[in-house]
């Protein structure tokens, strides 16, 4: 476990290494149970001990078998001890031999871990309408080893077509406590909010209210992975889940806590990092995209506004083919269901604004062209109606995501 300081932002420590085992009292680590050819699938988290737990979940109506487990898990007593992933297998639309495959996982691995059934979770991505193979399942779980500490391992085991692991890891100061947040995520294509084909785990060893925990969760989640977008496709199996085990032995944070500022804080940037990785690896992408609305009537306007344009296909191929071209920009500002004083709107590519008060501006259409080719494109709306500001995050759209979702089960 790595702690090199990367940067201090304010009185947040961000870590250039580190992910879920981050935090005081986790353990994580993957191997290769035989789902896939020769990738690890099949991922594991364990606390020392019990973990107040939250979560939030796909708004697809099909969800998978594992998330109605995990949410009975966390029904049971808001927490958590341990978390199984496999990759390969969605176990989504698999009726009632689905179900019973996600209970039985549970089992094994809470049995294996000598840990109450109700303080393990699972979680499964990848193919959907195929069963798990159970027996490799098992045979898995056996393998794993407490004695291990190998969190890179879970954040490969975990992957489907990332090109790329994805972690963050903040330590804070809470009552003379050091406290630290971890995470790890996978996601690359099916992306759209709420929330996509992403699952995300956030450890931290901070003594958290449960309900406050979970309330946390949901505002952090609505400001992060619920504001990226690769393709507009929301899937089956997606979740965001927040383990505290208590064990930097701080003073209980709730709302009411003089600090809880700044814990959310240091959770909003663990959780908008591992979005913008997500948003980055996009399936054939190139570029990450950063739309900026400011000026909207109010916050729910930004995003809604922001959302729209990051999302649009013909924006996402203008900014692969690096073609300025604004009118695709201000098109998803217009349908985006917000109203707007289509008179004052300006629209700029990086620092080259290129609309003012909904016309078109003289601009170099090279030095925007230039502009293009970054890996990093930032766009930037304002409205002039009011205080409201969002972002969201994405990438472009090019030949390669068609290939690539074209042959997925090939």
């Known amino acids: 476990m790595a702690s090199i300081i990367d940067q201090k932002q304010d009185s947040i420590r961000v870590l250039s290494e580190g992910g879920v085992a981050q935090p005081k009292g986790f353990k994580a680590g993957g191997l290769h149970c035989g789902i896939k050819y020769k990738r690890p699938d099949l991922g594991w988290i364990y606390s020392e001990v019990p973990a107040a737990a939250a979560a939030v ?21 808001q927490k958590l001890q341990s978390v199984l992933v496999n990759s390969g297998i969605a176990n989504a639309c698999t009726g009632e031999e689905g179900l019973e495959n996600a209970y039985e996982m549970r089992k094994m691995f809470a049995e294996h871990l000598t840990v109450p059934e109700h303080y393990a979770a699972v979680a499964s991505t990848g193919v959907i309408g195929d069963l798990l193979p159970m027996e490799k399942i098992s045979q898995g779980v056996k393998q794993i080893a407490l004695t291990n500490n190998e969190e890179s391992q879970f954040e490969k085991a975990i992957l489907t077509t990332d090109t790329a692991t994805k972690h963050a890891a903040v330590q804070i100061n809470i009552n003379g406590k050091t406290v630290a947040i971890g995470g790890a995520a996978k996601g690359s294509g099916m992306i759209h909010p709420n929330m996509a084909t992403m699952l995300a785990f956030i450890t931290t060893d901070a003594s958290v209210v449960q309900e406050d925990l979970l309330e946390a969760l949901k505002e952090v989640t609505n400001k992060t992975f619920n504001m990226i977008t690769v393709d507009g496709d929301t899937s089956t199996n997606d979740m965001v889940l927040l383990m505290a085990n208590g064990l930097a032995e701080n003073k209980p944070l709730s709302k009411s806590h ?8 240091g959770l909003t940037h663990v959780c908008q990092t591992l979005a913008q990785m997500i948003a980055r690896d996009g399936e054939g992408a190139t570029k990450l995209v950063e739309v900026h609305v400011n000026g909207a009537k109010n916050d729910q306007a930004a995003q809604a506004i922001s959302k729209a344009v990051v999302g649009s296909n013909l924006v996402k191929t203008a900014i ?4 300025p071209n604004w009118g695709r920009i201000v098109c998803a500002v217009g349908y985006s269901g917000q109203p707007i004083d289509t008179k004052q709107i300006k629209v700029s590519i990086g620092p080259i604004t290129i609309v003012e008060k909904g016309l078109p501006v003289p601009y170099s259409e090279q030095d925007a062209k230039d502009y293009l080719k970054q890996d990093e494109i930032q766009i930037f709306v304002d409205l002039f109606e009011g205080d409201g500001k969002g972002t969201a995050w994405g990438c472009d759209l090019s030949y390669d995501y068609v290939k690539i979702n074209a042959s997925y089960r090939t």
Do not use: H, R
């Not at 003089?258 to 804080?265: D, Y």
């Open 258 to 265: 003089a600090e809880w500022p700044l814990f959310v804080k």
């Open 320 to 323: 692969y083919g690096e073609d």
């Open 57 to 77: 979940y796909t708004t697809n109506q099909f969800q998978a078998a594992p998330l109605l487990v995990t949410q009975e898990s966390i029904a049971a007593e």
